[in-house]
């Protein structure tokens, strides 16, 4: 551990912590990047507390975390109660890691440059409220939907290599009647082996399909009941289901005053167009980047718009005879959903959990 020199307590300093799942490493740095000290923490509620009073010497500017939303969720929360300016900071790229190597204190000293240079300026979400609950129950639906997915796919799979009588009752049958069909196969292990276990394998299964499909129902309604009274208005949108809604909602976060203007938003949700020009030519890519889900989500609002919303065929109609490809069509749409979302949340402060 290494102290800060007691000449430069009353400096004002920046600070960058690397977050693990069991010690956060705090690094100070003074306004010119020089290396004032660092020491490591606990990740536990008495860590955060020491931490804290470490920092309480000092004239703290600001505060950049690693991984705000996974190891360093508790330790951001206990900073901004305590009533520190904290920065969301992503990891040093793999060419300063090269170049610097790789340690705890050097990447809570990168951290802290990262803030003090002005790089790193994200705040983080909050995580204490509606939409930190609406988040949960989200992942843990979709989640269970993968799941469902694969244990489908698996009971096709023994199927198609099951013995041949018992796949010529089976394979003609609808999903639903399959599953249900499998769930009253009564295995007999006096049989031959193969049937015994196709049957044993299909069973088991359908049982899966079946309670998954359960928990599935349940965490819908939920999500429902949690979302309803923060996102009735963007709901009401044209293409906007509650799968989208939650993720979009996901997105912004509690604190929806961290993303500042629609172009930020569309930019987080890789919707925005980033300039590829050079010499005398300019255009523009394709971003690659930005938050998948909620660019899923964006896609899913237009995909659906196309089929349903009158306004959006009249443009599909118009740009298509500017010579504009439907997928080129589509990436404005997502743009001017982007939009459309961005006003209807900042808009709407969303109401914090009792």
């Known amino acids: 551990m290494t102290k800060p020199p007691s000449e430069s307590s009353a400096d004002r300093v920046f600070v960058g912590i690397d977050t693990h799942k069991h010690v956060h490493h705090a690094a100070l740095i003074d306004p010119i990047g020089r290396h004032l000290g660092d020491c490591p923490f606990d990740a536990t509620a008495v860590g955060y507390q020491a931490l804290i009073d470490w920092l309480a010497d000092h004239e703290v500017v600001t505060v950049g975390v690693e991984g705000t939303g996974s190891y360093g969720a508790g330790l951001t929360q206990a900073l901004t109660a305590a009533g520190y300016t904290v920065i969301d900071v992503d990891r040093p790229d793999r060419k300063a890691r090269r170049a610097n190597g790789k340690s705890d204190p050097v990447d809570a000293y990168a951290a802290a440059t990262a803030v003090a240079s002005g790089r790193a300026t994200t705040t983080p979400k909050t995580r204490d409220g509606a939409v930190e609950a609406i988040r949960l ?127 930020k938003f569309a930019h987080l949700c890789g919707a925005a167009p980033i300039h590829a020009s050079s010499g005398t030519r300019t255009r523009y890519r394709l971003n690659r980047g930005g938050n998948r889900q909620a660019n899923r989500a964006l896609h899913t609002i237009v995909t659906t718009r196309l089929r349903t919303d009158e306004r959006t065929r009249a443009y599909l109609a118009r740009r298509t005879t500017e010579g504009k490809t439907r997928r080129e069509i589509t990436r404005c749409l997502k743009r001017y959903v982007a939009r459309e979302i961005y006003h209807h949340i900042a808009a709407t402060p969303v109401p914090l959990a009792a």
């Open 137 to 263: 129950v989200h992942n843990a639906r979709r989640q269970a939907v993968t799941m469902r997915a694969t244990a489908i796919t698996e009971l096709k799979a023994v199927l198609l290599t099951a013995p041949s009588e018992l796949r010529e009752q089976l394979a003609p049958l609808t999903r639903a009647a399959l599953i249900t069909r499998c769930l009253r196969l009564r295995p007999d292990p006096t049989n031959d082996p193969v049937p015994y276990a196709a049957k044993l394998a299909l069973r088991s299964t359908a049982r899966r399909i079946t309670a998954l499909t359960t928990e599935i129902d349940e965490l819908q309604s939920a999500l429902e009941e949690l979302l309803h009274p923060v996102a009735e208005d963007l709901l009401a949108l044209p293409g906007v289901g509650t799968d989208s809604a939650a993720q979009l909602l996901v997105a912004f976060g509690d604190n929806p005053v961290r993303i500042t203007s629609p172009a």
